[in-house]
C-alpha cells in the first residue's frame, strides 16, 4: 500500500506578464483531475471552450464569463463551472487570482 503525498502548493508573483497560468497537478502524477492557478491582469481574458469540464475560484480581483448570451460577474470566493465545450470567454476587469480544477486530467 502507498501513502498519498499531502503537499502545499504555493504560486509566486505576475513577473510582469499579463496573463500566467501554472500546473499545480498533472496527467503525470496519475490522478483523475488537473489543478493548476491562473493569473489575469486587468483587461486580459481568454476564450472558451475547453475540451473538458472545469470549476474556477475566484481568490483575488474580479472578473466577467460571457457565455451562451449571458453576462456573469464573478469576485473573491465566487465559483463558476464551466462544462465541457462551453463557448463563452473571460475578462478580468482587475488583477484576478483563480485556483482551477479540470476532470478530465490533462
Known amino acids: 500500500m502507498t501513502s498519498a503525498l ?14 500566467q ?3 499545480l497537478v498533472e ?3 496519475g490522478g483523475p483531475l488537473s489543478a493548476y492557478y491562473a493569473r489575469f491582469g486587468r483587461g486580459e481574458g481568454a476564450a472558451l471552450p475547453a475540451g473538458y469540464a472545469k470549476v474556477w475560484m475566484v481568490i483575488t480581483g474580479a472578473l466577467t464569463l460571457r457565455t451562451g448570451g449571458s453576462t456573469l460577474p464573478a469576485g473573491p470566493g465566487d465559483l463558476l463551472h464551466v462544462p465541457e465545450d462551453s463557448p463563452g470567454e ?11 480544477v479540470s476532470v478530465p486530467v490533462h
Open 6 to 19: 499531502v503537499e502545499v502548493l504555493h504560486c509566486s508573483g505576475m513577473d510582469g506578464r499579463a496573463v
Open 21 to 23: 497560468v501554472g500546473p
Open 27 to 29: 496527467k503525470a502524477e
Open 90 to 100: 473571460l475578462t478580468a476587469d482587475e488583477d484576478t487570482e483563480l485556483a482551477c
